[in-house]
């Protein structure tokens, strides 16, 4: 977040895509390298395809590659027409420097802006975290990890119901999709690391550790789920991990 606030102070006007420079971009980022880090472990990068090798940085070679191949190249227009949540995964999936999960990570935080809008439940792909947490928590989750996620969406009450966890509220208008159940199985399977570390499946313990920020963040949720006119005359209650 202090990397892209510090752009935002940098640089004269927004990135959009139609001023989006890797080189005046990379060069801001350098300068900054030289104090600070510009990226940390809270968010998985990608790798770098060998075609932008020639370049020095690995941000340089993220921008090149966004720039090339996303912006240059018409894909982003092709993700704006996609049909579905599933098409802009695979044109995503079709970048150089993108596998699976990050594909579909970034296809989801697309959906959370306002240029495309497709239901949270028409598409899911499970993630490494996802993928433990899921193995942890069920013996048999049918041909693919994707079908324990399927599972739990389709009979979330009933679940609630025969394991006790009633006291649960979703937000307003909105209940559990496909991606939120998603994040949970990976959030899972970090709680479960420190809480049964008897359960050895894949990494076993959380190596990175964060210090917390005293400055304030203004969280607020996407525009278009309606969430703060929803709460307007309603006290929002927050579910705890213990709810779910």
Not at 177 to 191: A, G
């Amino acid at each position: 977040m202090e990397t892209w606030e510090f752009l935002e102070n940098q640089l004269s006007e927004p990135i959009c895509v139609n001023n989006f420079n890797p080189k005046i971009i990379s060069g801001w980022l350098t300068k900054r390298q030289r104090k600070y880090p510009i990226f940390n472990n809270a968010y998985m990068m990608t790798g770098s395809h060998h075609l932008y090798n020639y370049l020095p940085t690995k941000h340089e070679k993220w921008l090149t590659m966004i720039k090339q191949e996303i912006i240059d190249s018409g894909l982003i227009v092709d993700i704006l027409n996609a049909k579905t949540m599933e098409d802009v995964f695979r044109l995503l999936q079709g970048c150089s420097f993108l596998g699976s999960f990050l594909a579909y990570q970034y296809t989801i935080d697309m959906n959370y802006s306002p240029y495309i809008n497709f239901s949270e439940n028409d598409f899911v792909k499970a993630g490494i975290g996802a993928i433990r947490g899921i193995k942890k928590c069920f013996l048999c989750y049918g041909n693919k990890c994707e079908d324990a996620i399927w599972y739990v969406k389709e009979h979330f009450n009933d679940l609630q119901k025969r394991y006790g966890y009633t006291s649960f509220h979703p937000l307003l208008g909105h209940e559990p999709t496909l991606i939120d159940l998603q994040n949970c199985f990976c959030e899972t399977d970090k709680y479960l690391r420190a809480k049964m570390p008897e359960l050895r499946i894949g990494n076993v313990r959380i190596k990175q550790k964060y210090m917390p920020h005293t400055d304030p963040i203004q969280f607020f949720f996407p525009p278009k789920w309606n969430i703060v006119e929803m709460y307007k005359y309603k006290p929002i209650v927050v579910p705890t991990l213990f709810d779910l």
